[in-house]
């Protein structure tokens, strides 16, 4: 049986996979899985999805840009003559950063007790 079981977990897809989630499973939190290597997998995977909305949404943009409808007359409100004019004057934050960013403040995150997180997901 123990055989079995390892044929089942040895493909590196599937280590992979299984590291990934033991990372990011909030009753832990990367408590148990300490790996700089699993967390820049994880980083490159947040950059690459980010990638790939940015290019589905050039794609649309690009064909909406062939059939050309003048915008129609947008009126406006109040909210848009009181909305504070900030503008900022410092640079965009790279996607790398802010996908570090992201995974760092959710593992900081306290991890949920595991009698709680049964008790109301299931």
């Given amino acids: 049986m123990c055989s079995v079981l390892q044929g089942k977990y040895e493909p590196a897809a599937l280590q992979e996979l299984l590291e990934k989630a033991c990372f990011l499973d909030p009753r832990y939190r990367g408590d148990y899985i300490n790996d700089t290597e699993t967390k820049s997998k994880l980083?490159?995977?947040m950059?690459?999805?980010e990638d790939e909305g940015?290019?589905?949404?050039?794609?649309?943009?690009?064909d909406e840009e062939q059939a050309v409808v003048p915008p129609a007359a947008k009126?406006?409100?109040l909210g848009d003559l009181l909305k504070s004019r900030t503008t900022s004057a410092s640079a965009p934050i790279p996607?790398?950063?802010?996908a570090d960013n992201e995974l760092t403040r959710y593992l900081q995150e306290e991890c949920i007790d595991s009698i709680f997180f049964f008790y109301y997901h299931l």
Avoid: C, L, W
């Avoid at 996607?95 to 802010?98: A, C, G, I, L, P």
């Fill in 54 to 62: 940015s290019a589905a949404s050039a794609s649309v943009v690009g």
């Fill in 75 to 77: 009126k406006k409100t």
């Fill in 95 to 98: 996607k790398r950063v802010r």
């Fill in 47 to 49: 950059v690459g999805v």
């Fill in 43 to 45: 980083i490159e995977e």
